[in-house]
């Protein structure tokens, strides 16, 4: 920085008084606020006052939080919206996923909804080719299998530990209750989501370490329900008797059922 002999900073211009404040860069003294006239302890209320003022206004802002959604809170939002679109069917197996599309429909640039994509992707609900297309993955009846076996243990491990978690530590799980009963009254078409709310309750209510675990499982989960045979004995009969069991906190014969339902008992 340049000083001129008699001036300030870069400009020559005088520095501003004490009890001034640089705004736009003119200096206005506090004291140009008060009325004509005013002594020096006007002029101290006058500079208490306004300073509060211009706290409270700091305090406001903060309060508001940040003016812009980040690119990572979009990045989510989009990732979420698209998970309960698999969840509910409207996105199904095999069909494509624009980025374009996407974008438009939820009002967001493309960037959030192809780094939501990726994530996806890594959460093995997407099936993408570079350059190509993207799709809801589609499972072979290998895989398929494999993961209705695996998906039947862990639910039935979830609803166990679950219902004991809430029996010893008294935890609310009216909301498990709820989804319990849903699920009895369930037409068929509609069983798949019923039973995916239920384990949503459940993750949401027991602890949160392996809540956390389950929630993140539940849309590849949806994807391998929509090709679960009906197991024996029914739907309509098993599920009747969970919502029972699970009422009466009855762990391990709510897991039995749910195994059932999976084709494992």
């Known amino acids: 920085m340049l000083l001129r002999s008699g001036g300030w900073g870069t400009t020559g211009r005088a520095a501003p008084e004490r009890g001034s404040r640089e705004v736009g860069g003119d200096a206005h003294p506090l004291k140009d ?17 306004t300073t509060a003022r211009l706290a409270g206004a700091g305090d406001e802002l903060k309060a508001r939080g940040p003016l812009q959604v980040s690119a990572q809170r979009l990045s989510d939002g989009v990732y979420r919206q698209l998970i309960d679109d698999i969840r509910t069917g409207e996105l199904g197996p095999g069909d494509a996923v624009r980025d374009r599309d996407i974008a438009e429909r939820l009002g967001v640039s493309r960037t959030p909804v192809r780094e939501a994509i990726l994530h996806l992707e890594r959460s093995g609900l997407l099936d993408v080719w570079p350059g190509r297309q993207t799709r809801v993955r589609r499972l072979g009846d290998d895989e398929s299998e494999r993961l209705r076996q695996y998906f039947g243990e862990v639910c039935a491990l979830h609803i166990r ?42 993750a949401a209510g027991e602890d949160v370490a392996r809540g956390r675990l389950l929630a993140d499982q539940l ?3 949806s994807i391998v329900l929509r090709s679960l045979p009906e197991p024996v004995g029914g739907w309509t009969d098993l599920s009747e008797r969970l919502s ?22």
């Open 161 to 202: 530990f679950g219902l004991e978690y809430a029996q010893a530590e008294q935890a609310d799980f009216s909301a498990v209750d709820e989804a319990a009963v849903e699920l009895a009254h369930a037409l068929k078409a509609e069983w798949r989501q019923r039973f995916v709310a239920l384990m949503d309750a459940v």
């Open 33 to 49: 606020l008060a009325p004509q006239g005013a002594d020096g302890g006007e002029m101290n209320d006058i500079r208490g006052r």
């Open 219 to 221: 849309p590849l989960m």
């Open 244 to 265: 029972i069991s699970v009422q009466q906190r009855r762990g391990a014969e709510a897991a039995a059922l749910v195994r059932a339902l999976f084709g494992l008992e």
